[in-house]
């Protein structure tokens, strides 16, 4: 499956937001990682589906929608709405994840299912085939900036296994803490998107930003 870097917005420029997107867009990468966080499930808020669809109709990327929200299943319409190409719920918390999974597979956008770091793999054992992508938390949810845990490596090798068991396609996308360093282990282990946030967006200046994510592509690109 084809590797991808997954730029998060959580540490961007607020106030340039329009710009901080044409930075990595233009650097040429393929998602867009947008994290949505309502002070309940996750310790803090970060923006909802009217940033999202105001920067929309300035982008091309692939829309990647991290709900870290209480009750998804309100907002599953409303996000799809506003321009998400794929939608990944938390199975934390979710009674009715099977249902949730065919909400946003019947608007005919792909799914994925998060997992934070504590929770076991077993959870998502029936619904493997259901779904497009994987996330597994590599921090726990809630801010940007924090460091790698590295007990999710086994845990990636873990859904690895699990999925070629399988016989299905399904990606493995891991967020939080992501470097060279720690992109090259998630890779080694079997997964395929990075969600890069800080490591990109620390940096002001749009060259900065694009040799961030060149660094990173090198280190996913070459075993
Ligand atoms: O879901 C998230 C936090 O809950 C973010 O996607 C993640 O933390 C990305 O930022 P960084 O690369 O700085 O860790
Ligand atoms: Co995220």
């Known amino acids: 499956m084809k590797n991808m870097i997954a730029p998060s917005i959580l540490n961007a420029d607020f106030a340039n937001l329009?710009?901080?997107v044409e930075a990595v867009e233009n650097a040429g990468v393929d998602y867009l990682h947008l994290d949505v966080m309502d002070g309940e499930f996750a310790p803090s808020i970060s923006f909802g589906d009217q940033v999202i669809s105001a920067l929309r109709s300035h982008s091309h990327l692939f829309f990647?929608?991290?709900l870290m929200i209480q009750h998804p299943e309100r907002y599953i319409s409303t996000?799809?709405?506003?321009g998400a190409d794929s939608i990944t719920v938390h199975v934390e918390g979710n009674a009715h994840l099977h249902r949730l999974i065919y909400q946003v597979k019947s608007a005919n956008k792909q799914v994925a299912v998060a997992l934070n770091p504590a929770t076991p793999l077993e959870v998502i054992k029936h619904i493997i085939r259901d779904v497009d992508m994987?996330?597994?938390?590599?921090v726990n949810p809630g801010f940007g900036g924090q460091r790698f845990i590295p007990e999710v490596i086994p845990k990636i090798q873990e859904l690895r296994d699990m999925?070629?068991?399988?016989h299905v396609e399904v990606n493995i996308e891991v967020d939080g803490g992501i470097t060279p360093e720690t992109a090259k282990q998630c890779l080694d282990?079997?997964?395929?998107?990075?969600?890069?946030?800080?490591?990109i967006y620390k940096h002001r200046n749009d060259a900065d930003k694009k040799h961030a994510i060149k660094t990173i592509r090198r280190a996913i690109n070459h075993p």
């Open 134 to 138: 994987v996330l597994l938390m590599s």
């Open 79 to 82: 996000f799809i709405a506003a």
């Open 163 to 166: 999925i070629e068991k399988s």
């Open 18 to 20: 329009k710009r901080e």
């Open 64 to 66: 990647d929608v991290h």
């Open 189 to 199: 282990a079997g997964a395929n998107i990075f969600v890069v946030g800080s490591y």
